[in-house]
């Protein structure tokens, strides 16, 4: 048995990609016998948090590879998250964007545990030569580096350099597999995702509220653009404005839709909404991008990015064409591939060699006491006061 500190820098109260892997694996750990504490900011109010959470700080709105990063950059939150690691005794720490402000950085400076490190993004900044020297030296640091795509290991290496293990992100395939399908009159698309331009919900509307297709358009979430993208494609009887929904209503809104559309422009390393759409039975309509590329697999139709006529072509075909059970068959096979229990395997696999590598003093770690060995404890535990909120 090992015990993680799962260390995620986005805010635990805003819906996203990373936020959502390091809870669901966290949730498989558990389920493999393994115990997990995350650490990450959250804007909720103090006093929610249980021992198997922690709230390190608040977070602040950062603008990054097109979206807006909600990241804690208080040193304190990166103090109270090494305290909380060194009080409940992990025995490994895997960060998830490493280099995101600014909990991993404190985890990096301390040397005091072995490194699983996981990078999401995809795309580099112009700034990332510059700042190179001192990405590579932090990401000497960690004893296991891994990539959820291939896009994301071009990104990642490109900051750090080395080498990275390519696995995957997670998916919950029974949440969809048991979810009771919302009933719709129309045959309905879905659109899965937060409101900003890289995203590619306006290139939907425009493609959407442009043609006869009988149907009707289901968007989920919110975001910046969402007053703007209201005002102008109001709701009727053919678009609908449901807002941010939690897992089970997003699960049951797939399960009675016909398409799950990703008309995102760039800038996403996995296509985890590709799969969560094919895990429900829908047919996917998505941008061709490298990330959605990677996570079709051959069950998915790509377009051109921000192309509202090849758009809006793809989706009158979707909902036109007879149902193709066979298709949709394999669709869910493939999704159900990228479990998430299947992943948290692959994560144990690598907590246990960055253990070794760091007892062996390797990348940069000093060995402490409380490390461990392929699952075995070696040296002391401290203490296992509950891991609490701020």
Same mark, same amino acid.
């Given at each position: 048995?090992?015990?993680?500190?799962?260390?995620?820098?986005?805010?635990?109260?805003?819906?996203?990609?990373?936020?959502?892997?390091?809870?669901?694996?966290?949730?498989?750990?558990?389920?493999?016998?393994?115990?997990?504490?995350?650490?990450?900011?959250?804007?909720?109010?103090?006093?929610?948090?249980?021992?198997?959470?922690?709230?390190?700080?608040?977070?602040?709105?950062?603008?990054?590879?097109?979206?807006?990063?909600?990241?804690?950059?208080?040193?304190?939150?990166?103090?109270?998250?090494?305290?909380?690691?060194?009080?409940?005794?992990?025995?490994?720490?895997?960060?998830?964007?490493?280099?995101?402000?600014?909990?991993?950085?404190?985890?990096?400076?301390?040397?005091?545990?072995?490194?699983?490190?996981?990078?999401?993004?995809?795309?580099?900044?112009?700034?990332?030569?510059?700042?190179?020297?001192?990405?590579?030296?932090?990401?000497?640091?960690?004893?296991?580096?891994?990539?959820?795509?291939?896009?994301?290991?071009?990104?990642?290496?490109?900051?750090?350099?080395?080498?990275?293990?390519?696995?995957?992100?997670?998916?919950?395939?029974?949440?969809?597999?048991?979810?009771?399908?919302?009933?719709?009159?129309?045959?309905?698309?879905?659109?899965?995702?937060?409101?900003?331009?890289?995203?590619?919900?306006?290139?939907?509307?425009?493609?959407?509220?442009?043609?006869?297709?009988?149907?009707?358009?289901?968007?989920?979430?919110?975001?910046?653009?969402?007053?703007?993208?209201?005002?102008?494609?109001?709701?009727?009887?053919?678009?609908?404005?449901?807002?941010?929904?939690?897992?089970?209503?997003?699960?049951?809104?797939?399960?009675?839709?016909?398409?799950?559309?990703?008309?995102?422009?760039?800038?996403?390393?996995?296509?985890?909404?590709?799969?969560?759409?094919?895990?429900?039975?829908?047919?996917?309509?998505?941008?061709?991008?490298?990330?959605?590329?990677?996570?079709?697999?051959?069950?998915?139709? *790509?377009?051109? !990015?921000? @192309? =509202? #006529? $090849?758009?809006?072509? /793809?989706? %009158?075909? +979707? *909902?036109?064409? !007879?149902? @193709? =059970? #066979? $298709?949709?068959?394999? /669709?869910? %096979?493939? +999704?159900?591939?990228?479990?998430? @229990?299947?992943? $948290?395997?692959?994560?144990?696999?690598?907590?246990?060699?960055?253990?070794?590598?760091?007892?062996?003093?390797?990348?940069?770690?000093?060995?402490?006491?409380?490390?461990?060995?392929?699952?075995?404890?070696?040296?002391?535990?401290?203490?296992?006061?509950?891991?609490?909120?701020?």
């Amino acid at each position: 048995m090992l015990r993680v500190a799962m260390v995620c820098p986005y805010d635990l109260s805003r819906p996203g990609g990373v936020q959502g892997q390091a809870l669901g694996l966290s949730r498989a750990l558990r389920r493999s016998g393994h115990e997990v504490a995350v650490l990450a900011p959250d804007d909720r109010a103090r006093g929610w948090a249980t021992g198997q959470v922690f709230a390190a700080g608040r977070s602040v709105a950062v603008r990054a590879n097109g979206s807006v990063a909600p990241v804690s950059v208080s040193p304190l939150a990166a103090r109270r998250a090494l305290d909380a690691a060194r009080e409940w005794g992990a025995d490994v720490v895997h960060l998830h964007e490493p280099l995101a402000p600014v909990l991993g950085y404190g985890f990096l400076l301390a040397g005091r545990w072995p490194v699983v490190a996981t990078f999401h993004r995809s795309g580099v900044p112009r700034a990332a030569p510059l700042a190179a020297p001192v990405t590579r030296w932090m990401c000497g640091r960690i004893q296991v580096r891994a990539a959820v795509s291939e896009a994301a290991r071009r990104t990642a290496a490109a900051w750090c350099g080395g080498s990275f293990e390519v696995l995957f992100n997670g998916l919950d395939a029974d949440l969809f597999v048991r979810a009771r399908p919302v009933e719709s009159e129309l045959p309905a698309v879905v659109f899965l995702g937060r409101h900003e331009r890289r995203k590619g919900l306006g290139v939907l509307l425009e493609a959407f509220s442009s043609s006869r297709l009988d149907a009707a358009l289901w968007v989920i979430g919110d975001g910046p653009e969402t007053a703007k993208l209201r005002a102008r494609y109001p709701e009727s009887d053919r678009i609908r404005w449901l807002g941010k929904l939690g897992d089970e209503e997003v699960a049951e809104r797939l399960r009675g839709a016909s398409v799950l559309c990703a008309p995102s422009l760039g800038g996403e390393s996995f296509g985890m909404v590709l799969l969560e759409g094919m895990a429900a039975r829908c047919h996917v309509v998505a941008s061709d991008i490298p990330g959605y590329r990677d996570a079709a697999g051959g069950h998915a139709t *790509l377009v051109p !990015p921000g @192309d =509202a #006529a $090849a758009l809006r072509g /793809a989706l %009158s075909v +979707a *909902l036109s064409a !007879p149902s @193709d =059970a #066979a $298709a949709r068959d394999a /669709a869910a %096979s493939y +999704a159900a591939q990228w479990s998430m @229990d299947r992943l $948290a395997l692959r994560y144990v696999e690598a907590y246990r060699s960055a253990a070794r590598l760091w007892g062996q003093g390797a990348l940069g770690g000093t060995p402490t006491r409380g490390t461990c060995d392929g699952g075995r404890r070696v040296g002391r535990r401290g203490s296992r006061g509950n891991v609490g909120a701020r």
